[in-house]
Nanobody, 120 residues
Framework: QVQLVESGGGLVQPGGSLRVSCVAS????????MHWYRQAPGKERDLVAS???????NYADSVKGRFTISRDNTKNTMYLQMNSLKPEDTAVYYC??????????????WGQGTQVTVSS
């Protein structure tokens, strides 16, 4: 079973920066795409950023120009660098990995989440 473990969350002041990490229990090249999602209290889980097997990235409009998704294949790790943080970025951040098996089965794996709080 694939395991994803997030880390790096914490409390940061508005305008500050934070980097969260997601370590996978197997090669991240085994996934078609990996995502960062976030969920604020009382709200739905929203897609924040994505990185495909080929390295293409995509961002939610609310974080474009402030957040950067990246990966280190040698460490089986995906990152989300968050700059110019705002109070509305406060949420639990989740790592997701998606793959399609040769038989066509769609599989999704989730981490346990890491809390990011932006407050003065």
């Amino acid at each position: 079973q694939v395991q994803l473990v997030e880390s790096g969350g914490g409390l940061v002041q508005p305008g500050g920066s934070l980097r969260v990490s997601c370590v996978a229990s197997e090669s991240i090249f085994s996934f078609n795409v990996m995502h960062w999602y976030r969920q604020a209290p009382g709200k739905e889980r929203d897609l924040v950023a994505s990185i495909t097997y080929g390295g293409h990235t995509n961002y939610a409009d609310s974080v474009k120009g402030r957040f950067t998704i990246s990966r280190d294949n040698t460490k089986n790790t995906m990152y989300l660098q968050m700059n110019s943080l705002k109070p509305e970025d406060t949420a639990v951040y989740y790592c997701n990995a998606h793959r399609t098996t040769p038989g066509g089965t769609e599989l999704d794996y989730w981490g346990q989440g890491t809390q990011v709080t932006v407050s003065s």
